[in-house]
């Protein structure tokens, strides 16, 4: 969580994009966006659409996890796509992403660690702690581990600063086994694990990675779903932030 050495990360993972799929190039999706075929892209996908690209693909697909899947038009769509005049359209309303918002309390927990000792939330007060909830099937959530050594765990190291990240739905061997992997690429963290998600339902509702930046007296102020361009430096500001704060 806190004090971990870290070194230079190395085997940063790349995406496997697929089209119907099929596996193709960054190339091939731009000349499909060019072309007006593209109707949508997802970075990432679900643990069960993940289990079923590795029954169908096999060693294309293996244990990467990173998977981007882009959705094109039939030749009908786009073709009516292209004819139809542009509309704008009216806008529609946020989806709740997540239980808790930016300015309340942060709702106190008990989670195992992959060592076998507990931890509560409350232990840390008087600490800013930032709470990542992720999994191993979530190509989105590891990406971000890799951007941290270097943006936040080696900065912030010997601070009041506390990094938790708890893995939620899966087992503690598949869990370890990752934070393994990760270690042989300098990406060094100490996992909670939540396989009945109990944790998760006080904070989550379904996208991850979901993080909280918690403050010295446990209120929340930031809160971020996902894993966009941008977010992990935009952690390490506010950390930065409110580690000089009383």
């Not at 892209?41 to 244990?63: N, Q």
């Not at 786009?78 to 309303?93: F, N, V, Y």
């Not at 099937?137 to 601070?159: N, S, V």
Request: a negative charge; one cysteine or more.
């Amino acid at each position: 969580m806190q004090g971990v050495a870290q070194e230079t990360v190395k085997n940063k993972p790349s995406y496997v994009i697929l089209v119907n799929d099929k596996i193709v190039t960054q190339a091939e999706v731009l000349t499909y966006g060019e072309d007006g075929w593209i109707k949508a892209m997802h970075k990432g996908v679900s643990e069960e659409e993940h289990a079923r690209l590795v029954k169908k693909l096999g060693d294309k697909i293996g244990d990467r996890e990173f998977v981007m899947v882009v959705e094109i038009f039939s030749e009908k769509e786009r073709a009516e796509r292209l004819a139809a005049p542009t509309i704008k359209s009216a806008p529609q309303p946020k989806k709740v992403q997540h239980k808790l918002n930016v300015d309340e309390h942060a709702v106190d927990f008990t989670v195992a660690m992959l060592d076998g000792t507990t931890v509560n939330l409350s232990d840390y007060k008087g600490k800013v702690v930032l709470l990542n909830f992720w999994a191993t099937w979530c190509g989105p959530c590891i990406m971000e581990f890799y951007d941290m050594p270097e943006t936040i765990l080696t900065p912030f190291a010997g601070t009041d600063f506390v990094f938790l990240p708890i893995a939620i739905g899966e087992p503690k061997s598949k869990v370890q086994a990752k934070v393994q992997k990760m270690a042989k690429d300098g990406v060094h963290i100490t996992s909670a694990i939540d396989f009945e998600r109990a944790v998760w339902e006080l904070y989550g509702v379904q996208s991850i990675p979901l993080n909280y930046l918690i403050d010295k007296k446990g209120v929340i102020r930031k809160v971020a779903v996902g894993n966009s361009k941008g977010n992990v430096e935009a952690f390490a500001e506010m950390i930065e932030k409110l580690l000089t704060e009383d």
